[in-house]
């Protein structure tokens, strides 16, 4: 499955244009390598998505084209989720 799809899917992102330009802006990795929208996702993979100041990491832990919402979440599991500290000043 296409990585955009997975994120849309998966509810980790709502919508799949959103999915697509935050890969295509060099904000994704997975299994450390950055990552197209287009990327081919299989069960077990690790992926971070960088949110502004947040990184979040998750495995796929299986593969459906359409999910309910209490579903959704059993497509991934959180491996971690962190702050991004900035050292510029504002």
Known sequence: MRLDKFLKVSRII???PVAKEVADKGR???NGV???SSTDLKVN???EIQ???KLLSVRVL???DSTKK???RRMYEI???TRIHSDEEV
Do not use: N, P, Q
Request: hydrophobic share 40%; glycine share 4%.
């Open 28 to 30: 994704i990795k997975v």
């Open 14 to 16: 709502k919508r799949r």
């Open 51 to 53: 949110f502004g100041t």
């Open 70 to 72: 209490e579903d959704a």
């Open 62 to 64: 299986e593969m459906k």
């Open 34 to 36: 950055l990552a197209k």
């Open 45 to 47: 993979d690790t992926i």
């Open 79 to 81: 491996i971690k989720e």
